[in-house]
Every structure is written in structure tokens, then in C-alpha cells.
């Protein structure tokens, strides 16, 4: 969803999980691997606050915190909630390989907890959870819209840039 915004507006995208995670270089290990780690709230903040500068931007994440600081510029909200099995469906179609671009492999109680993270998206409480995320899209007074599945994502892709 994120891509097709960002080349349908030709507009700079940013994930949120790029500012929130850094990688290090790992001695010892092959090659062109690093390890991933959490950066300081306050440099992602900073990170978040610049990019927000720009005149147009697609932010894609599911930090409600950056979000929320977010949705001070935002013109646009589109909440994107596409339910459980069809979120879990396409993790394990895509192999969760966009965990990969950190640099390294997941190993097996990595990608169970990933998938329990999506399995409980409804019963969290956190900045994570549907409740924090619901929350913010019914409170947001510009304009807004929720997209339940990968076909209405599809189609709303495809509509004429108005």
C-alpha cells in the first residue's frame, strides 16, 4: 500500500521501522550481516519531526506514538487493517523476507513471535494494538478512510488521482 502511495503522489516514503531500528556492524559474523537495535525515542523523533517537513510524504508503520506525532501534518489517514489471517497469510507468503533487510535471518522463535505480535493485534493495549490505532484514525479530523483487504487496496490504487 505504502509503494503504490508513494508512486502514485511520486511522494517520499519513509517506514517507520527504518528510523526505529538501526543496524550495527556484528564482528565475527559473515560478510554483510549486521545486528539490529533499537534506536533513542528521541533520535527517531527528531528523524520522524524532519521528515514530516517535507510539503508531501507516505509514512508507513505501526508505532502509534509516531504516529500520532505524525498526524499534526497528515492530510490524509488511511488505516489499513486487513484482519489477522489475511495479515499472518501474507507474512508467510512473502516469507517475512521484509525482516530481512536489517541484514540478517530471522531464526524460528523470531518468526513465532512476529506471527503471535499479529495474532494479538486485536487484544493489545499498547501503541502496537487496534485499540491505539483505531483510536487515533476516529479522532483524526481530516480526511480518512480504512481499507479491510488486500482487494480494497487494489482498487483504491487504481482510482484516478483526483
Known amino acids: 500500500m505504502a ?5 502514485r503522489f511520486n511522494s517520499p516514503l519513509l517506514s517507520l ?3 526505529v531500528y538501526g543496524r550495527k556492524p556484528v564482528e565475527d559474523v559473515e560478510k554483510g550481516k549486521s545486528r539490529v537495535f533499537q534506536r533513542e525515542k528521541t533520535d527517531v ?9 517535507q510539503d508531501q510524504w507516505v509514512l508507513e508503520g505501526v508505532y502509534g ?3 500520532e506525532q505524525s498526524l499534526q501534518r497528515a492530510t490524509l489517514y488511511i488505516l ?3 484482519g489477522v489471517g489475511e495479515c499472518l497469510e501474507g507474512i508467510r507468503i ?9 541484514g540478517r535471518d530471522l531464526n ?4 513465532k513471535r512476529i506471527l503471535q505480535l499479529i495474532e494479538d493485534y486485536r487484544k493489545r493495549e499498547d501503541h502496537l494494538g487496534w ?3 483505531h483510536g487515533l484514525f476516529e479522532n483524526f479530523p481530516g480526511r480518512k478512510m480504512q481499507i479491510q483487504s488486500q482487494a480494497e487496496m487494489d482498487q483504491f490504487l487504481k482510482l484516478p488521482v483526483r
Open 3 to 7: 509503494r503504490g502511495l508513494q508512486e
Open 17 to 19: 521501522d527504518k528510523i
Open 45 to 53: 523523533r527528531k528523524e520522524l519531526s524532519e521528515f514530516l517537513l
Open 65 to 67: 506514538e509516531l504516529i
Open 80 to 82: 489499513v487493517d486487513r
Open 94 to 102: 512473502r516469507g517475512l523476507k521484509m525482516l530481512k533487510q536489517y
Open 108 to 111: 524460528p522463535d523470531q518468526k
Open 131 to 133: 485499540s491505539c490505532h
